[in-house]
């Protein structure tokens, strides 16, 4: 076997991805064993904490505590394998890396997150980061959407969503919010538009109708069935597919401003593996997160086939599943447990409020707390700024559990209050 590492070949457990399923899901297998072996492989040289890209957009967070080292948020005496799986080959219980070394397992989490398709959009590399065309979904993006902000001097502001899946599916609209707010603190006249190829603002209706009343709030114009295709930076124009009478056509929007979250993928390695179902995810079992042919793999978080909202909530409610099934199957002992696809979007409806929609399989509202979960407040801006950061870094990647809240309530049809 061709091999250039200088680690061992083989463990009973590798993970593949050292985000927050992989690592996760890593801390919570050693804290049940601490003599497993187990390994990440991870061509990244950092871990983030992708959720506060939001704030930092908006002004209301340091990017520099988004980022930690990968090998500092590895837990204690797992073995962290840098380097890019190419190829799985469950026939022989290997995943291949770049360059053709292999490694061995008894168990196999996949946990590589979702593919970012910024090519997907003709134009858009080109202009990112310069022209005010922006975007929170990276790292060295998210302070430049803060500067086009504060460097606004009114016109028209446009927010785009590619079609869905994609990670945080309320991230597209929270920036606009955060914006829309910082425009109407500071006087400045904004024509601002959502730009969706979606029938709707969100996927759960019940949360749906709530932030059609925010953006009347704001006076900005949701604008459905209009798919981003094309950015001519130098310009400002944005060009928009839409769809009239089942009839294709592009339409061309000048802009002053320009936030764009990139259409979304299963990773291709993935795709192209026997790992994968018809539409390139992970065939794994929604409820035990155990992938539905090879009954010694496992899936996490955003790669796989399970229908829950792509979140690193999501990941926080399936990291006990995953360790807990696979542990079972490993040693024939112990109990197993079921993901009910409960995951949350905190959807920053201004720099101070927030609307925290949670949600479980099938759009069940499911809110942790009592209230009604459209009203948008002010505790749970503390939630999403301080805490939630608080319980990643502290709780979900070093494996401890944090108790579940979330339950099924029920609430008037009628909108309550809604002052963003
Ligand atoms: P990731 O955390 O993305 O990790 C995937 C890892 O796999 C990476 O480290 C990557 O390097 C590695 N990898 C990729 N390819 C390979 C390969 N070939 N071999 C080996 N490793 C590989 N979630 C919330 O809960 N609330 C929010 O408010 C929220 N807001 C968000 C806002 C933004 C702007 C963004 C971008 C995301 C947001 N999310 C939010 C989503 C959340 O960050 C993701 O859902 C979560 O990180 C998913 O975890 P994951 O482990 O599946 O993927």
Redesign the pocket.
Same mark, same amino acid.
């Given at each position: 076997m061709a091999t250039n590492l200088s680690v061992r070949t083989s463990y009973s457990v590798v993970i593949? =991805? =050292? =985000? @927050?399923? =992989?690592v996760s899901v890593a801390a919570r297998l050693k804290r049940m064993s601490n003599i497993l072996d187990v390994a990440v #492989?991870?061509? *990244?040289e950092f871990?983030?904490y992708?959720?506060a890209?939001?704030l930092v957009g908006g002004g209301q967070f340091d990017i520099a505590k988004t980022r930690r080292s990968m090998r500092d948020c590895m837990p204690a005496g797992v073995e962290f394998v840098p380097g890019? #799986?190419?190829a799985f080959e469950p026939e022989h219980n290997a995943v291949v890396l770049e360059g053709g070394a292999r490694i061995g397992y008894k168990f196999l989490v996949v @946990? /590589?997150?979702?593919q970012l398709d910024w090519d997907g959009i003709e134009g858009l590399i080109d202009t990112l980061g310069k022209n005010d065309v922006t975007s929170?979904?990276r790292f060295d993006l998210a302070p430049y959407t803060w500067q086009c902000i504060q460097q606004f001097k009114g016109g028209t502001a446009l927010f785009t969503q590619p079609p869905m899946p994609i &990670?945080?599916a309320? @991230?597209p609209q929270k920036i606009l919010y955060l914006a829309a707010d910082y425009f109407r603190k500071n006087r400045i006249a904004a024509d601002i538009r959502f730009m969706t190829p979606g029938p709707s603002m969100f996927g759960v209706p019940f949360y749906a109708k709530a932030l059609e009343s925010v953006m009347r709030a704001y006076q900005a114009k949701p604008c459905f069935g209009q798919k981003l295709v094309r950015v001519d930076g130098p310009s400002k124009t944005a060009y928009f597919e839409v769809t009239t009478d089942g009839i294709k056509s592009v339409q061309d929007t000048k802009f002053d401003m320009l936030h764009v979250v990139p259409p979304q993928s299963a990773?291709r390695?993935i795709r192209e593996s026997p790992l994968a179902d018809a539409a390139g995810w992970v065939e794994v079992d929604k409820a035990t997160l155990r992938h539905t042919r090879f009954a010694n793999i496992f899936g996490?978080?955003?790669?796989t086939s399970t229908p829950n909202s &792509?979140? %690193? %909530? %999501?990941?926080k409610n399936q990291m006990p599943v995953v360790a807990k099934n696979l542990m079972a199957a490993l040693t024939g002992r112990g109990e197993t447990m079921t993901y009910d696809g409960c /995951? *949350?979007?905190?959807l920053t409806t201004s720099a101070g409020k927030v609307m925290l929609a949670e949600f479980c399989y099938d759009g069940v509202v499911t809110p942790s707390f009592p209230m009604d979960p459209r009203s948008p407040r002010k505790i749970y801006w503390w939630l999403k700024q301080s805490f939630l950061p608080y319980l990643y870094w502290n709780i979900v990647i070093k494996g401890k559990r944090w108790p579940l809240t979330h339950k099924r309530r029920d609430f008037p049809e009628a909108l309550p209050t809604i002052n963003p």
């Open positions: 593949v =991805g =050292g =985000g @927050a399923g =992989g #492989v991870d061509p *990244s871990h983030y992708q959720p890209w939001t890019r #799986v190419t @946990a /590589a997150g979702i929170n979904y &990670k945080c309320g @991230a990773p390695f996490i978080g955003d790669c &792509k979140t %690193a %909530a %999501a990941v /995951a *949350s979007c905190p």
